[in-house]
T-cell receptor
């Protein structure tokens, strides 16, 4: 049962344009969402997060949007740069029952290629 | 400077052998985690520890064991019971549960 899904395995955009990466989730108990960027053979790097009490969070070129009714979040990168080429993972966490584990549930990842 | 270190970068395991992956952090974080990544998949949680001397199983704990004797260290042992150990192993830490997790560089485990 995939609770966090990234349905697009790959995305290709031109340098300077907008990159939009999407993520869907099924568990309404999730209340904290994160995006990580990962290069091959390296650990993920934290990019940006959003709490369920917000619908938008912005940090420089990166903006995350959360639509709770649709159980959907997206990461916008504007403008896209060749150095942004990597795999992007969305992740979610929440309080499950009486256990606040901090456990992250990850999507499968989307490979972004930004062409010069 | 602060961070999370994992060693070795590459590890080779023979059939029937136990191997231990190291994870150390000097961020003064209470919580530490071990994940496994397989090709084309997201990260899956193996074990986590929210405090010293305590740890809990994640989603795929079978064939693995951990210890948390010190706040800074959370070693993962891949036992011979783990039938498909070839993967990229990632350690993470956070200030506490429900806080942002920060990852180490990873260890790639290969079976000879």
């Amino acid at each position: 049962d995939q609770q966090v899904k990234q349905n697009s395995p790959s995305l290709s955009v031109q340098e300077g344009r907008i990159s939009i990466l999407n993520c869907d989730y099924t568990n309404s108990m999730f209340d904290y969402f994160l995006w990580y960027k990962k290069y091959p053979a390296e650990g993920p790097t934290f990019l940006i997060s959003i709490s369920s009490i917000k619908d938008k969070n912005e940090d420089g070129r990166f903006t995350v949007f959360l639509n709770k009714s649709a159980k959907h979040l997206s990461l916008h990168i504007v403008p896209s740069q060749p150095g942004d080429s990597a795999v992007y993972f969305c992740a979610a966490s929440g309080e499950f029952g009486s256990s606040n584990t901090g456990k992250l549930i990850f999507g499968q990842g989307t490979t972004l290629q930004v062409k010069p | 400077d602060g961070g999370i270190t994992q060693s070795p970068k590459y590890l080779f395991r023979k059939e029937g052998q136990n191997v231990t992956l190291s994870c150390e952090q000097n961020l003064n974080h209470d919580a530490m985690y071990w994940y496994r990544q397989d090709p084309g998949q997201g990260l899956r949680l193996i074990y986590y520890s929210q405090i010293v001397n305590d740890f809990q199983k994640g989603d795929i704990a079978e064939g693995y064991s951990v210890s948390r004797e010190k706040k800074e260290s959370f070693p993962l042992t891949v036992t011979s019971a783990q039938k498909n150990p070839t993967a990229f192993y990632l350690c993470a830490s956070s200030v506490g549960a429900q806080e942002t997790q920060y990852f180490g560089p990873g260890t790639r485990l290969l079976v000879l």
